[in-house]
């Protein structure tokens, strides 16, 4: 029997999606500096105000929320370690071969093209800034999901910029 649920709003989700990266400890300010990091040398005169700006556009987009949900929920529940075995082990273990953490991370980078491929892929091998310490595995804060949508929102607000900056 399909349960009936309330239809979730735009808003309602954009929000959720910026409480629950604030509950992570991760602010819109973070990913504008991987953008900052990404951007600054094709785009001199670029600012953090103008990277922030595009953070948020990207933040806007239903399958980037939707990312963002699925992979908190999904790294919180392995932090409570109460998901079944094996799947609990290899999250809570970011094992290296599971790569669906990136699969997840790569719906949000193909929102603005391929230019996002290189991007990401740069920036998750460089793990500047905030993406350092949400790798860092310190603390029993598991961030397997986490630390790669956070790069991946960062590469499609770089795309973005660079989209912008061509036209």
Request: proline share 2%.
């Amino acid at each position: 029997m399909k349960e009936n649920f309330v239809h979730i709003s735009d808003e309602t989700l954009h929000q959720q999606t910026l409480k629950l990266l604030a509950e992570r400890n991760v602010t819109t300010r973070d990913i504008a500096e991987l953008v900052y990091f990404l951007q600054s040398k094709y785009f001199p005169d670029i600012t953090l105000e103008k990277c922030e700006a595009n953070v948020n556009k990207v933040l806007e987009k239903r399958e980037v929320q939707n990312a963002v949900i699925t992979g908190i929920e999904l790294d919180r529940l392995a932090e409570k370690k109460i998901l079944d075995s094996p799947l609990q082990e290899i999250i809570y273990q970011d094992e290296g071969l599971y790569g669906i953490d990136e699969i997840i991370a790569l719906s949000i980078v193909n929102v603005y093209g391929s230019i996002g491929f290189t991007n990401y892929g740069y920036i998750d091998k460089m793990k500047p800034g905030i993406l350092e310490r949400l790798n860092s595995h310190e603390g029993g804060t598991v961030n397997t999901f986490l630390d790669d949508i956070v790069g991946a929102i960062a590469a499609a607000a770089s795309s973005r910029i660079a989209h912008s900056q061509t036209k």
